[in-house]
């Protein structure tokens, strides 16, 4: 049974920096691709970064181009998220998310997605 667990959320001044894990359990994450998606209160869920499966794709929003770092680390099972340069508009509660099938390319469509993680927050204000 695949299970997916996020970590590492919290609060943070703009301007600081988090890093998010999923740990992912049930299946071998080479073979998966791992997305991180967020949702904010009253917005809609939104796509963030993506390791694709064999590191054969990365995606990230515009949003947060040069500032959040996708890495996966396949002997530990887990997919890292670092983020830096916070900004307010970066809170949310941010998901992991992978697909039921293996090799699949990143996509920022959630409905691609099969399993997720309960999720953490994420709060960036002063």
């Known amino acids: 049974q695949v299970q997916l667990v996020e970590s590492g959320g919290g609060l943070v001044q703009p301007g600081g920096s988090l890093r998010l894990s999923c740990a992912a359990s049930g299946l071998t994450l080479d073979y998966y691709t791992i997305a991180w998606f967020r949702q904010a209160p009253g917005k809609e869920r939104e796509a963030v970064s993506c390791?694709?499966?064999?590191?054969?794709?990365?995606y990230y929003a515009d949003s947060v181009k040069g500032r959040f770092t996708i890495s996966r680390d396949n002997a530990q099972n887990t997919v890292y998220l670092q983020m830096n340069s916070l900004k307010p508009e970066d809170t949310a509660v941010y998901y992991c998310?992978?697909?039921?099938?293996?090799?699949?390319?990143?996509?920022?469509?959630?409905?691609?997605?099969?399993?997720w993680g309960q999720g953490t927050q994420v709060t960036v204000s002063s």
């Open positions: 390791t694709g499966a064999r590191n054969a794709s990365t």
């Open positions: 998310a992978t697909p039921l099938v293996m090799l699949l390319p990143c996509t920022n469509q959630d409905y691609d997605y099969d399993y």
